[in-house]
């Protein structure tokens, strides 16, 4: 186990329009205003083109092959997730999410877009004093790592 102990910063609340994409809208709201690291949640709905990614096609091997899954209709979303920056310092969300509509659900990565739906609120809570980065791992995944352990 890796962690890194920091403190609440700023508090961000957002409402997403319709058609606003997740991670897209995020991300690009971190570097307009220089959020780092955050914890991010999102409640609303998802809209037509929506996609997640649902998991991979086979357990690890040597590279991971995602399965990514197209929403149907509209659907209610619940999300949570971390902010932290590529080696690059671009700003990257990782964020799963529950989609459900008329009894029927899905869980998964909101990488492969999700498109807000008349309601869509975002709750950003800035982390301070950790130095997580989103390191690029042989598989192909950009991991959670920290510097300094413990501090």
């Not at 890194?4 to 609340?13: D, H």
């Not at 897209?24 to 997640?52: L, N, P, Q, W």
Request: glycine content about 16%; hydrophobic content about 40%.
């Amino acid at each position: 186990m890796q962690y890194s102990e920091g403190s609440l910063g700023r508090v961000f609340t957002l409402r997403l329009e319709t058609g606003d994409r997740l991670p897209d809208t995020i991300e690009a709201f971190a570097r307009d205003h220089d959020v780092k690291r955050a914890m991010v949640v999102y409640i609303g709905g998802a809209g037509e083109g929506s996609r997640v990614v649902a998991g991979p096609e086979e357990g690890r091997g040597d590279a991971i092959i995602p399965i990514v899954h197209a929403l149907k209709g509209r659907q209610e979303v619940v999300g949570v997730g971390t902010l932290f920056p590529k080696e690059s310092g671009e700003p990257t969300l990782h964020m799963h999410a529950a989609t459900g509509r008329e009894g029927y659900a899905t869980v998964g990565c909101v990488r492969a877009g999700v498109n807000a739906w008349l309601v869509g609120e975002v709750i950003i809570l800035e982390i301070l004093g950790t130095d997580g980065l989103r390191v690029m791992e042989p598989s192909g995944m950009e991991l959670l790592q920290f510097k300094k352990r413990g501090s």
